[in-house]
């Protein structure tokens, strides 16, 4: 399961003030630190105003890889902004994110395509996202459409089925996994990837909560997750999941963590 570090995020305080403050050593440390723990990709969301979007997602695109090799997440639904970015990036990235709106569709397929990047597909429209596994998954069949009209392999898509808050949502995780479920099944090809934040919202000992998600997520094959990869148990609960559904033979993947002590309590 590819891991994306999650903490280059301007909706947090810290970040949002190293971002107005152009304060390099502080964003260096999150991709240096995130990436020292295993990070695959490091989502770079600017959490700032459309007019000042592009030009702060450039300079956090320019601070991480200053320092790291990893490639970025462009985490913005802004067109205009992924736009000034990707030209920008050393490696192919991923844009985050895409949803079945027409207009978000519009424009943002033609920058994936002729950057070759990968991009991460919210089942969601205009209309928010369907309560439904039916409505879902009709989002994500007008998506595919879509992309491969556009040009862009099924591989190159991750599906995010999008994760409700269960203290508020009946049903919101068993959604989400039935979702996962039927993308593997109706579009073997693309893959699969979660924010975990949402699950727990408003209940205590988020933590908790957080880890049984994504041992069931994982568990069921969901190929990556938007991540704290400094949480280094919550990795392994994902990678031990694996393991214990065979997904993992012989525990391979997790003992190759572990010998390298890049992940793991120990
Ligand atoms: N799907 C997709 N993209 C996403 C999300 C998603 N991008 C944004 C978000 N959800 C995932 N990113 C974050 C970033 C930071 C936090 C939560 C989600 C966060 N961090 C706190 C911190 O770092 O201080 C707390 C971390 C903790 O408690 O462990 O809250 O769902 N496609």
Redesign the pocket.
């Known amino acids: 399961m590819l891991v994306i570090g999650?903490?280059i995020?301007g909706t947090?305080k810290s970040v949002a003030r190293a971002i107005l403050e152009r304060d390099v050593a502080y964003i260096a440390k999150l991709a240096i630190s995130q990436t020292e723990a295993g990070a695959d990709f490091l989502?770079v969301?600017a959490g700032t105003p459309p007019d000042r979007e592009p030009d702060d997602l450039a300079w956090l695109a320019d601070v991480v890889q200053s320092v790291v090799d990893t490639p970025v997440c462009v985490?913005s639904t802004n067109p205009e902004a992924v736009a000034v970015v990707l030209p920008l990036l050393k490696k192919p990235g991923i844009v985050?994110?895409v949803n079945g709106a027409p207009g978000s569709l519009d424009g943002m397929l033609p920058l994936v395509r002729t950057h070759g990047c990968h991009v991460?597909a919210?089942l969601m429209d205009d209309s928010g996202v369907p309560d439904s596994v039916v409505g879902r998954m009709e989002i994500a069949s007008k998506i595919i459409r879509a992309t491969r009209e556009a040009g862009i392999e099924d591989e190159h898509i991750y599906f995010?089925p999008l994760v409700a808050p269960i203290a508020t949502t009946p049903g919101a995780g068993r959604i989400f996994l039935e979702a996962l479920r039927l993308l593997k099944q109706d579009f073997p090809g693309a893959k699969t990837?979660?924010?975990l934040?949402?699950i727990s919202f408003g209940l205590p000992a988020r933590w908790v909560v957080n880890r049984a998600f994504l041992a069931l997520a994982a568990a069921g094959d969901m190929d990556a997750a938007?991540i704290?990869p400094l949480?280094r148990e919550l990795v392994s609960v994902a990678m031990a999941a694996r393991a214990v559904v065979g997904l993992d033979p012989y525990a391979r993947e997790y003992l190759i963590a572990y010998r390298e002590r890049l992940r793991g309590s120990t």
């Open positions: 999650e903490k995020n947090l989502d969301n985490d985050n994110s991460i919210l995010d990837v979660s924010g934040s949402n938007i704290d949480d």
